[in-house]
C-alpha cells in the first residue's frame, strides 16, 4: 500500500489542468452497453474507478482499447449478465450497468453493493423505477436479478430525494424502453447532462436536460456513439480550496466555472480572489480566511463531495464554521483525522461545528474514502512540517496525478512504498 508525504507550507503558483470526470465518465462507460458498435469515449480519466468499470464489462464480453485519454469500447457480442460481489464491492457504481443490461438484454445480476464508508447507501430507488418500468426484480443470495419480458415500457417515476446514479440508471434504461418515460425530481448534477448527450447522441429523444423532470422516449435501437467526458468540477473544486489553504494563485484550466457556482460563492466569501474564464478558474489567496457556513445539497448545492475539503478549510481560517451534512450520514471520517493535525471540530449529529484555530500541525493521518483522502491532502499542504497518509489508495480511486500535479504547482509531495 501506497503513502503519500507531504510537506506543509510551500504555496503553490501556476497553472493545473483538471481531468474528465470519473461521476460521469462512469455512467457514460455503462451507456455503450446498450448499443452494438465501438463507441468513442474522450477525456476519460485513467483511474481507479475508471479500470474498475472496464473490468467488469470485459466480463460481460466487452472489447475495449485506450489510447491516452481515448477510450474505445464495443459492445456488440454480450455474452453475461452478471456483475460479480468481487468487483462491486470495490466500487458502487458498478450499480450503474443495471438499466442498462436489463433494458437490451432483458436480464441482469448484479451484487448488492452492501455498506461503504460515507453511509448506508441503499439502492431502492434503482430497483422501485426498474419495476415501474416493467421490470420484475428478486433479491437474492446478495445479488439484485432483473428480468423482463421482450421491453421495458416507459412509465412514471418519482424520487424522494434526488439520486445521482439512480436519475442514470433510469435515463438508460428508459432510453431502449418502449414508449415514454418521465423521471420527477431527478438529479440535476451536470454529469448527467452529459449522459443526456450521449443518449441523444445514440438516437433517444430526452427533453428536460438539466431540470428536474426529464422526459425519455425511448427508440428500439441505439447506435454507437462518440462523446466527451465534462471536466472533474470535484478535481477542480480540489485544487482551488487547496490554494486557500497553502496561498498562491493558481489558475486551473480545462474546467467548467458554470459547474461550480456553491463553491465559487463561498470561496469569495472565505476572501480568496476568483476570477472565471470560459474554461478556466484563477485562484488567489492574499490575506488571511474568513469562515463562511455550509449546508450540503443536490447540485446546484454545495457538493457533499467538496464538504470534506472546505472543512480542512475552515480549520485554518481564525472563525467559526458550521457544516452541515445533508446527504450522507457518515460522512465525517475525516473528523477525526483532522483533528490529530490540530483541528477543533466537534460533531453535533449532522453538523460540524468547527472553531478555525488558523494553523494545522503534520502528523500521521489515514484516507478513509475518496473525498476524506482529499481533505487530508489539503490540510497537509497547509500544516507546519510533514504529514504522512497512509491507504491512499482512496485517492487513486478519483484523483488522476494528484501528486504530479500538486508538484507542479510548488508543493512539495512525494508518495512512497509502505
Ligand atoms: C453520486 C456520486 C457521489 C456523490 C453523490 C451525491 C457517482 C458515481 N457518485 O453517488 O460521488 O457523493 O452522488 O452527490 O456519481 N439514496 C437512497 N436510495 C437509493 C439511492 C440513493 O436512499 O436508491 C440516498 C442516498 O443514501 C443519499 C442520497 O439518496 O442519502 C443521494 O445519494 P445518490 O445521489 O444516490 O448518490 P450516488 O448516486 O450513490
Same mark, same amino acid.
Given at each position: 500500500?501506497?503513502?503519500?508525504?507531504?510537506?506543509?507550507?510551500?504555496?503553490?503558483?501556476?497553472?493545473?489542468?483538471?481531468?474528465?470526470?470519473?461521476?460521469?465518465?462512469?455512467?457514460?462507460?455503462?451507456?455503450?452497453?446498450?448499443?452494438?458498435?465501438?463507441?468513442?469515449?474522450?477525456?476519460?480519466?485513467?483511474?481507479?474507478?475508471?479500470?474498475?468499470?472496464?473490468?467488469?464489462?470485459?466480463?460481460?464480453?466487452?472489447?475495449?482499447?485506450?489510447?491516452?485519454?481515448?477510450?474505445?469500447?464495443?459492445?456488440?457480442?454480450?455474452?453475461?449478465?452478471?456483475?460479480?460481489?468481487?468487483?462491486?464491492?470495490?466500487?458502487?457504481?458498478?450499480?450503474?450497468?443495471?438499466?442498462?443490461?436489463?433494458?437490451?438484454?432483458?436480464?441482469?445480476?448484479?451484487?448488492l453493493p452492501g455498506g461503504c464508508a460515507i453511509g448506508a447507501r441503499p439502492i431502492d430507488f434503482h430497483l422501485q423505477a426498474l419495476?415501474?418500468?416493467?421490470?420484475?426484480?428478486?433479491?437474492?443470495?446478495?445479488?439484485?436479478?432483473?428480468?423482463?419480458?421482450?421491453?421495458?415500457?416507459?412509465?412514471?417515476?418519482?424520487?424522494?430525494?434526488?439520486?445521482?446514479?439512480?436519475?442514470?440508471?433510469?435515463?438508460?434504461?428508459?432510453?431502449?424502453?418502449?414508449?415514454?418515460?418521465?423521471?420527477? @425530481?431527478?438529479?440535476?448534477?451536470?454529469?448527467?447532462?452529459?449522459? &443526456?448527450?450521449? =443518449?441523444?447522441? *445514440? !438516437? /433517444?429523444? %430526452?427533453?428536460?436536460?438539466?431540470?428536474?423532470?426529464?422526459?425519455?422516449?425511448?427508440?428500439?435501437?441505439?447506435?454507437?456513439?462518440?462523446?466527451?467526458?465534462?471536466?472533474?468540477?470535484?478535481?477542480?473544486?480540489?485544487?482551488?480550496?487547496?490554494?486557500?489553504?497553502?496561498?498562491?494563485?493558481?489558475?486551473?484550466?480545462?474546467?467548467?466555472?458554470?459547474?461550480?457556482?456553491?463553491?465559487?460563492?463561498?470561496?469569495?466569501?472565505?476572501?480568496?480572489?476568483?476570477?472565471?474564464?470560459?474554461?478556466?478558474?484563477?485562484?488567489?489567496?492574499?490575506?488571511?480566511?474568513?469562515?463562511?457556513?455550509?449546508?450540503?445539497?443536490?447540485?446546484?448545492?454545495?457538493?457533499?463531495?467538496?464538504?470534506?475539503?472546505?472543512?480542512?478549510?475552515?480549520?485554518?481560517?481564525?472563525?467559526?464554521?458550521?457544516? @452541515?451534512?445533508?446527504?450522507?450520514?457518515?460522512?465525517?471520517?475525516? &473528523?477525526?483525522? =483532522?483533528?490529530? *493535525? !490540530? /483541528?477543533? %471540530?466537534?460533531?453535533?449529529?449532522?453538523?460540524?461545528?468547527?472553531?478555525?484555530?488558523?494553523?494545522?500541525?503534520?502528523?500521521?493521518?489515514?484516507?478513509?474514502?475518496?473525498?476524506?483522502?482529499?481533505?487530508?491532502?489539503?490540510?497537509?499542504?497547509?500544516?507546519?512540517?510533514?504529514?504522512?497518509?497512509?491507504?491512499?489508495?482512496?485517492?487513486?480511486?478519483?484523483?488522476?496525478?494528484?501528486?504530479?500535479?500538486?508538484?507542479?504547482?510548488?508543493?512539495?509531495?512525494?508518495?512512497?512504498?509502505?
Amino acid at each position: 500500500m501506497d503513502k503519500i508525504i507531504v510537506e506543509g507550507g510551500h504555496p503553490l503558483h501556476g497553472e493545473v489542468r483538471v481531468s474528465g470526470a470519473k461521476n460521469a465518465a462512469l455512467p457514460l462507460i455503462a451507456a455503450t452497453l446498450l448499443a452494438p458498435g465501438w463507441h468513442t469515449l474522450n477525456n476519460v480519466p485513467d483511474l481507479r474507478d475508471t479500470r474498475t468499470i472496464m473490468t467488469l464489462l470485459e466480463t460481460f464480453g466487452v472489447e475495449w482499447q485506450r489510447d491516452g485519454s481515448t477510450l474505445r469500447i464495443n459492445s456488440t457480442n454480450l455474452s453475461n449478465c452478471e456483475a460479480s460481489y468481487d468487483l462491486v464491492k470495490t466500487m458502487r457504481a458498478s450499480v450503474l450497468v443495471l438499466g442498462p443490461l436489463v433494458a437490451r438484454m432483458g436480464q441482469a445480476r448484479v451484487s448488492l453493493p452492501g455498506g461503504c464508508a460515507i453511509g448506508a447507501r441503499p439502492i431502492d430507488f434503482h430497483l422501485q423505477a426498474l419495476k415501474n418500468l416493467g421490470a420484475e426484480i428478486v433479491l437474492e443470495h446478495g445479488y439484485v436479478e432483473a428480468r423482463v419480458e421482450g421491453r421495458l415500457q416507459g412509465g412514471t417515476v418519482y424520487f424522494d430525494i434526488p439520486s445521482v446514479t439512480a436519475t442514470e440508471n433510469i435515463l438508460m434504461a428508459a432510453s431502449l424502453a418502449q414508449g415514454v418515460t418521465v423521471i420527477k @425530481n431527478a438529479a440535476r448534477e451536470p454529469e448527467i447532462g452529459n449522459l &443526456v448527450d450521449m =443518449l441523444v447522441g *445514440m !438516437g /433517444a429523444t %430526452i427533453e428536460g436536460r438539466g431540470s428536474d423532470q426529464l422526459t425519455i422516449h425511448g427508440a428500439k435501437k441505439l447506435q454507437a456513439v462518440e462523446i466527451e467526458v465534462i471536466p472533474d468540477r470535484i478535481e477542480a473544486g480540489t485544487y482551488l480550496i487547496a490554494v486557500g489553504a497553502a496561498g498562491g494563485d493558481v489558475t486551473v484550466t480545462n474546467c467548467n466555472p458554470g459547474h461550480l457556482p456553491a463553491l465559487l460563492d463561498k470561496l469569495r466569501k472565505v476572501g480568496l480572489k476568483i476570477e472565471e474564464g470560459k474554461d478556466s478558474i484563477r485562484v488567489r489567496r492574499d490575506g488571511p480566511l474568513r469562515s463562511v457556513d455550509i449546508t450540503t445539497m443536490p447540485y446546484p448545492g454545495f457538493a457533499t463531495d467538496l464538504q470534506a475539503q472546505i472543512m480542512a478549510l475552515m480549520t485554518l481560517s481564525n472563525g467559526l464554521s458550521v457544516i @452541515n451534512e445533508t446527504i450522507f450520514e457518515n460522512r465525517f471520517m475525516h &473528523v477525526a483525522e =483532522l483533528q490529530r *493535525m !490540530g /483541528a477543533d %471540530i466537534r460533531i453535533d449529529g449532522h453538523s460540524a461545528i468547527v472553531s478555525g484555530t488558523g494553523k494545522l500541525t503534520g502528523a500521521p493521518v489515514m484516507a478513509t474514502d475518496l473525498r476524506a483522502s482529499a481533505s487530508l491532502v489539503v490540510a497537509a499542504l497547509a500544516a507546519q512540517g510533514t504529514t504522512e497518509i497512509s491507504r491512499v489508495y482512496h485517492l487513486d480511486r478519483g484523483y488522476e496525478n494528484l501528486e504530479v500535479k500538486l508538484t507542479k504547482l510548488g508543493a512539495v509531495i512525494r508518495r512512497e512504498k509502505e
